[in-house]
């Protein structure tokens, strides 16, 4: 054979790789296929949750695509876990811990079989951002596919989400919801397969994922049961080929001015607090840096956008009616965005936005007349905090957007659960839940069953939730999550007790115990840590090596 002109070559090139190449047609390979580019599509189907069950069909117009194109597309598979199964219970502790898992095993295949391109198909909460980190660690020719969001369901003639029926589960304890109208919305509140029909984690993700470049425009919030995502997944063959022969890359494509862009419309479209750890953790893979105070900067000269649930009214479905992503990207233009940032189809952001609009203002707001003048997360600092801590701006009532209550201190979510329960909480306290972040959890669970029970219950509007966890995107009041440094890092956060008057104050970004400095070095000096609450060979080893959650709470490398 001809030597071959792609990184492949070291797997086929030369009589030393007659075995090598045995294998291969093994596979069904035929000779002039061994010299095309060998092209990774990295599925991660899996048939336990609605946003990756239909990603086999997508692999499969990717292949297609690559295959136009004269490419050999090699599928292979990674984990994905579906947070909405692993809430409230134990299972949530591995969910972020498998993010890193993921960008891992990605890494792995593409650099053992020196492939020349990938196409990475994802949907959900963690899978997207660890595709993401992937394409920045890895830096071969890539595009990314995100699997699109599911239809809204229907109850009582109003469309809902996935975290309304959690809300529901508390206004039957309140007798406000009968058993009955609860199985009902539980039957109908996810129709079809996608991620979740708000802008929970998993849609800011893939939404930010196509602000990127790395995406078809459009693509984020393409509806998974649509012919377009077909159509997209099959571009996407096509101009994963085109980027092999021009040589472009991923690092290529995101720069600092790239990421920034990002942030900016994160806080334009009310995005999930956790995109305040995926981000980090994305721009380390790409040798960047987005850190809290960024946030907090970007946040104050952005306004906020997109009203979509969970803290806004709409579904993705309108969002994607009225324009998505590219409209956004309109409306915000060369004054909060780069808009020379260049994308995987060859354009930049200013060649591509003229041929979108917003079709519908009630969704995608104006700038004229934006839905909040600030963009939709806020970072609080603070003798609590030292490092930060985020909320959800936006989705707070206006009287809590300053609150002075006693402390109620959990050391589990479990125990703070049973305590709002058992009527245990009073309106005006600050419940803390500690020892829930990246090393005490350990993998900083979600609190969304702590928080959909809080809302539930009618203490949103009265009570706030203080963690070194984090939250759902599908959370919505006063909870303030990624309180660092963290219980388990001998963060403030450890020291607190039960009646600790604590203020949060989000307009002017702080968050502080009432207790002196003196007292708190005193407490500290008096304080043993709880063990890690696992057994999990796996998640002990991610304790001991994570970091903090501000730069993304990704395992650290000894040789930084």
């Known amino acids: 054979m001809t030597l071959k002109p792609y990184r492949s070559n ?13 294998h291969l047609k093994c596979v069904g390979l035929i000779e002039d296929e061994l010299e095309r580019p060998f ?4 599925n991660t189907y899996n048939e336990m949750h609605p946003g990756h069950k239909h990603l086999r069909e997508i692999a499969q117009a990717v292949k297609d695509g690559v295959r136009r194109e004269g490419g050999i597309p090699f599928e292979f598979n990674t984990i ?20 890193d898992l993921i960008a891992d095993s990605v890494e792995v295949v593409a650099e053992a079989q020196q492939l020349d391109g990938l196409v990475l198909i994802a949907s959900c909460d963690k899978i997207v951002p660890a595709m993401l980190m992937a394409a920045g660690r890895i830096n071969i020719p890539t595009v990314v596919v995100t699997g699109g969001p599911m239809l809204p369901g229907k109850f009582q003639g109003r469309d809902i989400s996935i975290h309304e029926v959690r809300e529901a589960a508390a206004q039957v304890k309140l007798g406000k919801m009968t058993e009955k109208e609860l199985k009902k919305m539980e039957e109908c509140v996810c129709p079809t397969v996608g991620s979740c029909s708000m802008m929970g984690t998993a849609n800011t993700m893939s939404c930010l994922a196509e602000v990127l470049g790395l995406t078809v425009p459009g693509c984020s919030t393409t509806h998974a049961v649509y012919s377009r995502k077909l159509r997209e997944a099959k571009m996407s063959g096509i101009l994963v080929m085109d980027l092999v022969k021009k040589d472009i890359k991923p690092r290529d494509i995101v720069n600092q001015d790239v990421m920034n862009n990002a942030v900016v419309v994160d806080m334009a479209i009310g995005g999930s607090t956790n995109s305040t750890l995926h981000l980090p953790a994305i721009a380390g893979e790409f040798g960047l840096k987005i850190e809290a105070d960024d946030f907090e900067e970007i946040s104050k000269k952005t306004p906020h956008l997109v009203n979509v649930k969970p803290s806004g009214k709409y579904s993705l479905i309108d969002f994607d009616l009225a324009g998505g992503i590219p409209a956004v990207m309109k409306e915000l233009g060369e004054k909060h965005l780069n808009l020379d940032a260049q994308t995987i189809i060859g354009k930049s952001w200013r060649e591509i936005l003229p041929d979108y609009d917003i079709h519908d203002t009630n ?19 603070g003798n609590l905090a030292p490092d930060g801590a985020v909320v959800k701006q936006s989705a707070v009532v206006s009287n809590m957007k300053t609150h002075t209550g006693p402390a109620k201190v959990f050391n589990s979510q479990e125990a703070a659960i049973t305590a709002m329960l058992d009527n245990k909480i009073i309106k005006g306290d600050v419940i803390v839940i500690r020892y829930e ?8 669970r979600e609190m969304l069953a702590a928080t959909t029970i809080l809302i539930g219950l009618g203490l949103g509007d009265s009570t706030a939730i203080v963690t070194d966890g984090r939250f759902s995107g599908g959370t919505r009041g006063p909870c303030i999550g990624h309180i660092s440094p963290e219980a388990a890092a001998g963060g403030p ?3 607190v007790k039960d009646g600790d008057m604590i203020t949060i104050d989000i307009p002017n970004r702080s968050i502080t115990i009432d207790v002196s400095t003196e007292e708190l070095k005193l407490r500290k000096e008096n304080w043993k840590p709880i063990p890690v609450k696992t057994n999990s060979k796996y998640l002990r080893r991610y304790s001991n090596l994570v ?8 395992l650290e490398d000894s040789l930084d």
């Not at 070291?10 to 045995?22: C, F, I, W, Y």
């Not at 970091?547 to 990704?554: E, F, H, L, T, Y």
């Open 10 to 22: 070291v797997v086929v090139d030369g009589l030393e790789h007659t075995g090598n190449r045995a």
């Open 39 to 42: 092209i990774g599509v990295v």
């Open 80 to 99: 994905s876990i579906c947070d909405g199964v692993t809430q409230g219970h134990i299972g949530m502790c591995s969910v972020l811990p498998s993010r």
């Open 363 to 381: 969704v995608i707001t104006t700038l004229l007349s934006p839905l909040h003048h600030q963009g939709s997360l806020a970072i609080l600092k």
């Open 437 to 444: 972040g990246p090393k005490g959890g350990p993998g900083m």
């Open 493 to 495: 956060i450890a020291f």
């Open 547 to 554: 970091g903090s959650v501000w730069k993304g709470a990704v």
